[in-house]
């Protein structure tokens, strides 16, 4: 057996554990291979691993990869978007997790519609208030989520955050509940359009705690494929 595959075989056991503890089916919890920098070789092997949703940061790279890999997995935008390169994402990506403004979903609905698509993303959301994070803050998701369910060729299918990062995974624990208490409240407000299924939370060094606390989207690169090089 490869490493990868051995990692995959164990963070899937963790998933379950995670999940077994909150009260729900592993199947719920969707592990995603975080392939920035990776070869395409070692991405083969997380494919034959079973592993069927792969993450990019970057469009240029994103783009040769999807381009030439030719297998049949979904691909996930994970990195900042700058919305003058929305109709490439459009054109490459299944799901987008990285929505934090309007100016952003307003030029990405414009291109889908172009495209004739509907995308599905996530918006993004710095539930810690630090300075140097993307996403919208908290308090700012309501109307940002409101203002975007009108658009029609995005589909808001949940939340995505990015805690600070800490040594003990523990430390990251309260942000991983601070962004499934605001999906509740955003569930309740009952928006037209607004489905609130997925929470992507986690990374390697924290996903059991995430899936204990609802992630339903886990976003993996380290424990899979090692450390990256630059
Ligand atoms: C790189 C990255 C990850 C994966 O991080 P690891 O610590 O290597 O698991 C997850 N999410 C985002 C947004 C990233 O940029």
Same mark, same amino acid.
């Given at each position: 057996m490869s490493v990868i595959e051995d990692n995959i075989r164990e963070i899937r056991e963790n998933i379950a554990e995670g999940a077994l503890k909150s009260g #729900?089916?592993? %199947?719920e919890v969707k592990l995603m291979a975080?392939?920035?920098?990776?070869?395409d070789d070692r991405i083969l092997e997380a494919i034959e691993a079973g592993v069927d949703i792969m993450g990019e940061n970057y469009i240029q790279e994103a783009k040769r990869k999807i381009e030439t890999m030719g297998v049949d997995v979904k691909w996930h935008m994970i990195g900042h978007l700058q919305s003058n390169k929305a109709k490439y994402a459009v054109r490459l990506f @299944? &799901?987008?997790h990285s929505i934090d403004r309007m100016g952003l979903a307003a030029e990405l609905d414009k291109r889908s519609a172009a495209a004739g698509r509907i995308m599905d993303i996530l918006v993004e959301v710095n539930?810690? /208030? +630090? $300075? %140097?994070k993307n996403g919208v803050g908290a308090d700012e998701a309501f109307s940002l989520i409101s203002q975007i369910a009108r658009l029609d060729n995005l589909s808001i299918r949940g939340l995505m955050t990015m805690p600070p990062w800490f @040594?003990?995974? $523990?430390?990251a624990r309260p942000y991983f509940v601070a962004l499934r208490e605001l999906r509740d409240r955003i569930v309740a407000e $009952?928006?037209? /359009?607004? +489905? &609130? #299924?997925?929470l992507s939370m986690g990374m390697s060094g924290d996903y059991r705690v995430a899936v204990e606390e609802g992630a339903t989207i886990v976003r993996v690169g380290t424990a899979i494929f090692g450390a990256r090089v630059y």
């Open positions: #729900r089916n592993p %199947s975080v392939t920035k920098t990776v070869d @299944d &799901m987008i539930v810690s /208030g +630090e $300075e %140097s @040594d003990d995974p $523990e430390d $009952e928006i037209p /359009g607004v +489905e &609130m #299924r997925e």
